[in-house]
């Protein structure tokens, strides 16, 4: 079964600071399960109605885990 994460980060500054997420990932202010793409979905639009988000200082980012296999 696939879940979905969908996680609230801080912009980090463009000046100076590498960019790769897996090196220095952003810094993380909530992180939230969720069993299906819509539950993420709606989740992720709650977050994106935020002052923060809105100004871009923080960004919301859907990510899935645990995919499914295609079956022969």
């Not at 996680?7 to 992180?31: H, I, M, W």
């Amino acid at each position: 079964m696939t879940r979905f994460l969908v996680v609230l980060t801080d912009v980090r500054p463009v000046e100076g600071v590498e960019r790769n997420e897996r090196v220095a990932p952003e810094r993380r202010r909530q992180v939230v399960g969720a069993s299906s793409r819509e539950a993420a979905d709606r989740i992720a639009g709650a977050f994106m109605a935020l002052g923060m988000v809105r100004a871009g200082r923080q960004r919301v980012k859907v990510i899935a885990v645990g995919r499914r296999h295609a079956r022969d």
